[in-house]
């Protein structure tokens, strides 16, 4: 029975009890009746303080099952909820042109020695052809660079000559000019001068034009220079890459189709697929007859590592924090308890959080991952679990119900006991000093209580140095409640 519930539900009775004596009194009937107070026998326990939240039991790690081939399903082993093992087979692709290519294959590889001479002769004719394909690549990128050059050297030779020409044309200009307008004016000397500006404009154009080309010939030189260079580069390592092919023809022959009966051998085995973890087939992404449009066949939730997702109030997040231990119980396990722990909180306000099993938004607020520990095996993905997360717990204390204490205006603690035998029990104040505040229950630190004292849990009905009645009912439930019935 829970025993917050029991007191707090014992205590409102016990008010209720209290106004109807009241009432009576007030009736005129006798007022000598006492009224019974509830109460509460100390003994050392375990206190707690929590906070209840709720979720749904889901896997921590979803794998992904995946394959590169893109041969036909076979066969489909499982469906969407099967559970399955590591190691367990859950697909099947089918093989038959893989294993006729690895059967063909082997039956040739008998044929070592004929097959090495073909391959050595393909390689001989590899290597002439690259010394050959040299040749003629270096002759060509020669014959560009020669080409270049020339063109490069008639670009400069024009260039001087237009150069030459202008300052030709410059100075008879300033002859003509000088001859001009010299002691006397002479207009023909003047037509001659026009004339003369006139050609070495045109020539000082043409050079200009000429000493803005020089670049690009020398740019078409160097271009022509490192293709010659990328040509041998590159004929070389044909060069090279045919002499390493003759060199390891002793060595590589047979290895590199036993490389080759390898890789169909891995092939064929991949057409079974198998489980690389535990736990529930929760997407299936082919079907038999078919051939896969991803990469991606299906999806395994992992069950070896479950966990709950739970909502936390506004008030209550600040006081969850990774590592809080965890009691959790579902309906399907009754009162069973499964211990977990607080694994992440996630501090940040959300709109809506989605279920991992169906995919549906609900509610918002912030959230936290209760990891379970690994004797949760009776636990399946999708059950709906209550959590408790303890904020706070001492072992083996003094504790009294909350509603026993009283406190004065200086802030006095004190709590009413019941002395004597039963039938003759008189109210005691005693002094006390509380230290943690669980759920229902106050730890007492002082030394002033002890097992066994009987505590008056509605001091309000009882003072000091006067006789007090206790309820059978109550002492009854508690001898009930602690023999676990």
Not at 103 to 116: H, I, P, R, V
């Amino acid at each position: 029975m829970n025993k917050n519930l029991f007191f707090k539900t014992f205590a409102a009775l016990s008010l209720s009890a209290a106004m109807l004596a009241g009432a009576v009194s007030c009736a005129g009937l006798p007022t000598e009746i006492a009224e019974a107070a509830s109460s509460y026998t100390i003994e050392r326990q375990d206190i707690e303080n929590y906070i209840s939240v709720s979720g749904n039991v889901e896997g921590t790690n979803i794998v992904k099952v995946t394959s590169d081939l893109n041969n036909k399903v076979k066969e489909l082993k499982v469906e969407v909820g099967s559970s399955v093992k590591e190691g367990d087979v859950l697909c099947i692709f089918d093989s038959t042109e893989l294993q006729n290519e690895y059967d063909t294959l082997k039956a040739s590889f008998d044929k070592t020695g004929e097959k090495q001479q073909s391959l050595h002769d393909i390689n001989q004719r590899t290597l002439n052809n690259a010394y050959s394909d040299k040749e003629d690549a270096v002759a060509q990128a020669q014959r560009a660079i020669d080409n270049a050059v020339s063109a490069r050297d008639n670009a400069y030779s024009k260039y001087n000559s237009l150069g030459q020409k202008k300052d030709e044309l410059y100075n008879q200009y300033i002859n003509y000019y000088n001859a001009a307008y010299g002691d006397e004016y002479n207009e023909v000397a003047e037509r001659q001068s026009e004339a003369a500006y006139a050609q070495y404009t045109q020539a000082e154009s043409e050079y200009s034009a000429m000493g803005e080309q020089l670049a690009t010939y020398d740019n078409a030189v160097q271009d022509a220079r490192d293709a010659y260079n990328r040509a041998v580069k590159s004929a070389d390592q044909a060069i090279q890459a045919a002499k390493d092919s003759i060199n390891a023809e002793k060595f590589d022959s047979d290895i590199s189709t036993q490389n080759q009966l390898d890789k169909l051998k891995e092939k064929i085995d991949k057409c079974t697929v198998k489980a690389t973890t535990s736990g529930i087939v929760t997407s299936i992404d082919v079907a038999e007859g078919s051939f896969p449009s991803a990469s991606s066949i299906m999806t395994i939730e992992d069950t070896s590592q479950l966990r709950i997702k739970v909502t936390v109030n506004e008030s209550d997040i600040l006081n969850v924090h990774e590592g809080q231990k965890a009691v959790i119980t579902t309906t399907a396990t009754g009162d069973k308890e499964f211990i977990g722990s607080v694994d992440r909180v996630v501090n940040i306000f959300s709109g809506q959080l989605k279920d991992a099993i169906t995919g549906e938004a609900s509610g918002g607020g912030y959230s936290a991952e209760i990891k379970l520990d690994a004797n949760s095996s009776e636990l399946l993905i999708g059950m709906s679990a209550k959590v408790k997360i303890i904020l706070d717990e001492k072992p083996d204390v003094i504790a009294v119900p909350y509603d026993a204490i009283m406190e004065d205006d200086n802030g006095k603690q004190s709590v009413f006991i019941a002395e004597g035998s039963e039938g003759a029990y008189t109210a005691k104040k005693v002094d006390v000093e509380t230290g943690m505040e669980a759920n229902y229950y106050t730890e007492i630190t002082s030394d002033s209580l002890k097992e066994g004292d009987i505590v008056i849990t509605t001091p309000n009905l009882v003072k000091e140095g006067e006789p007090v009645t206790l309820e059978d009912s109550y002492l009854d439930a508690k001898n009930t409640e602690a023999n676990g019935d």
